[in-house]
């Protein structure tokens, strides 16, 4: 089995196609990175989607419970019964009315 793992630290730098199960019982699979942003590493999942679409989300270690490397054609096939829900109207602002302009 070809190893996920590179570099010399191999504590914080896994590659590859993964299933992770977060808190919350939320479950994704898709392709896992480690990647740094404002000086803390967070878990990067890119989550394949119908016609070649992704979604991409970041999680603060803490929140994982599990992970799970597998193939791609395994993540996949997990990916699509498990679909990150999308922004909703609800989570955004009521647009403000700008005066003189159509929104």
Same mark, same amino acid.
């Given at each position: ?42 878990? /990067?999942?890119?989550?394949? @989607? ?5 979604? !991409?989300?970041?999680?603060? &270690? %803490? #929140? ?11 993540? /996949?096939?997990?990916?699509? @019964? ?5 922004? !909703?109207?609800?989570?955004? &602002? %009521? #647009? ?8």
């Amino acid at each position: 089995m070809q190893s996920c793992w590179h570099g010399e630290n191999m504590s914080n730098a896994f590659e590859g196609w993964s299933i992770l199960e977060l808190m919350g019982h939320r479950k994704l699979a898709g392709f896992v990175t480690i990647e740094e942003l404002g000086g803390a590493a967070l878990i /990067r999942i890119d989550v394949p @989607g119908e016609n070649g679409n992704a979604a !991409t989300q970041y999680y603060n &270690p %803490a #929140a994982l419970y599990c992970m799970t490397p597998t193939t791609e054609d395994m993540a /996949r096939k997990v990916a699509k @019964g498990n679909q990150p829900t999308p922004v !909703t109207r609800w989570e955004l &602002p %009521a #647009a403000q009315e700008l005066e003189g302009e159509d929104l």
